[in-house]
């Protein structure tokens, strides 16, 4: 005889009265759990350490097991295998809400790994270790550059500069060199120049008072017949043009000298904002260069210079190019930043010559190639370099100079010293120091605005391997 209260049976077999309980939907909950304390090892961070592939303890990982029952149809995160009959082990049967649905209305599963069972294993996904945001510190290291701010060690790299979204720093040819942030592009602005370290106010007012002179000692000539006032003039204008001819012809090799000169300083006992001179060498820094015509690699510094003979009949390499004269066509002169270990304390120290710094190079330079086409001269690797830089390629004498300071090479540097912490440095100064007049090679004085690099010919000169 059937009951009038309702019943209903349990999954157990179990009757039991009232109706049965219809489903509600949950609604997502967030918790937070307190997290464990590990004592400095990763291994016991749990999920922190499953992030990085590092193996955690095995008491408190959490895994998924392999599903060997075809009749789950839903994602479950048990921390044992599960069998056709029943689950063991402690197992979590909060069912999964969140995320795409099929046409069922049931959560679509997904799996990173093989399938056993006909069923779709949980498992985790793991997209390998995460970059952590790591400010720029402005250091850099030497070696080779890879893709992304970790290390083979899981350690932060060492950059200069800003990075590209990869998180490293490449080169790719000559516009790319010049485009770059961490390069230094030098002009011609850059190199010695005796117009340049004469006032232009001395230089006019010695024009001013030999052109007085000139008309007063005129005058008095025509006068009274007395020509000792012209004569004077006359002499001290030939001094006067004689010393400007003898530094514009000499003045760059009298700096070189004096640069040569100047007593090195130790760094160990240098102070904060002095001027001094370091000679050392050097190590290339996280953006090595490379010359443009020879590929030398792992320079600091590169320079390479086309020259063109001017005939009578010819073309003007530059408006200023006269006749009979070699004039320069092209110039390319990058430098940046890198390493310099002291001779006198052993220390080393950052050159700061990267990032448009003000660099004056004394530098020597070399004839790579002498082409001569109206003796049948022609070179394959001079007509691609000027391929490669959309150079015409004219009938006429050429000359390709090159010069370089590459790694393991004996540099002198002068400039100011920085001390940031633990990072000694060298940078720019912040007013021009000024050589002095050499009254015993009729020099007059020279300003250095920037840090200046001396190095002899690099390609004659054996190189310590560093």
């Given amino acids: 005889m059937g009951s009038r209260f309702p019943s209903h049976q349990l999954s157990s077999g179990l ?16 918790t937070s759990a307190a997290m464990p304390y590990t004592g400095g090892d990763i291994k016991k961070s749990g999920e922190l350490g499953k992030m990085f592939d590092i193996p955690v303890d095995g008491s408190k990982s959490r895994k998924s097991g392999p599903i060997t029952s075809a009749a789950a149809r839903s994602s479950y995160s048990t921390s044992g295998p599960i069998s056709s009959f029943g689950v063991s082990g402690s197992s979590s049967m909060k069912k999964s809400n969140s995320g795409p649905l099929n046409k069922h209305g049931e959560p679509i599963k997904r799996s990173s790994g093989p399938q056993s069972g006909g069923v779709t294993p949980v498992t985790r996904q793991n ?40 998180g490293s ?58 020509a000792v006032l012209l004569v004077v003039v006359t002499v001290l204008f030939c001094i006067v043009a004689a010393l400007f001819v003898w530094n514009s012809c000499w003045g760059r090799k009298a700096v070189v000298g004096y640069i040569t000169s100047y007593p090195d300083s130790e760094l160990r006992t240098a102070k904060n904002g002095q001027y001094v001179k370091v000679s050392g060498v050097v190590t290339c820094g996280n953006v090595p260069l490379k010359s443009s015509f ?34 320069l066509r092209s110039s390319e002169k990058h430098v940046v930043d890198f390493y310099i270990s002291d001779f006198q304390s052993g220390l080393r120290a950052l050159v700061k010559a990267g990032y448009g710094a003000r660099v004056i190079p004394y530098v020597d330079e070399t004839v790579a190639i002498d082409v001569d086409p109206l003796r049948n001269e022609s070179s394959p690797e001079l007509i691609r370099w000027l391929g490669e ?70 390609s004659k000169v054996d190189v310590i391997p560093v």
């Fill in 389 to 458: 830089r959309n150079l015409s390629v004219d009938n006429r004498p050429m000359r390709l100079k090159e010069g370089y300071i590459k790694e393991g090479s004996t540099v002198s540097v002068m400039g100011v010293v920085q001390r940031n912490e633990n990072v000694l440095m060298i940078v720019p100064p912040g007013e021009a120091f000024t050589t002095g007049c050499q009254w015993s090679q009729c020099i007059f004085p020279s300003s250095f605005d920037g840090i200046v690099l001396r190095c002899e010919d690099s």
């Fill in 294 to 327: 020879q590929k030398v690699p792992r320079c600091v510094y590169t320079c390479t210079n086309l020259f063109e003979y001017r005939a009578w009949g010819s073309k003007a390499a530059t408006p200023t190019h006269r006749r009979f004269t070699w004039g």
């Fill in 127 to 166: 997209s390998g270790p995460l970059p952590p945001v790591l400010p720029t510190t402005g250091l850099i290291t030497s070696g080779p550059i890879s893709s992304g701010p970790l290390n083979s060690s899981g350690a932060p790299r060492k950059v200069s500069g800003p990075l590209d979204s990869s």
């Fill in 15 to 30: 009757y039991v009265s009232g109706r049965p309980e219809q489903p509600k939907e949950r609604t997502p909950t967030m």
């Fill in 169 to 226: 720093m490449k080169l790719h040819g000559s516009s790319s060199v010049s485009n770059n942030q961490a390069v230094t592009t030098l002009g011609q602005d850059d190199e010695y120049s005796f117009k340049r370290n004469l006032p232009k106010t001395i230089l006019w007012a010695v024009i001013m008072l030999f052109v007085m002179g000139f008309i007063a000692g005129g005058f008095i000539l025509g006068a009274v017949r007395n």
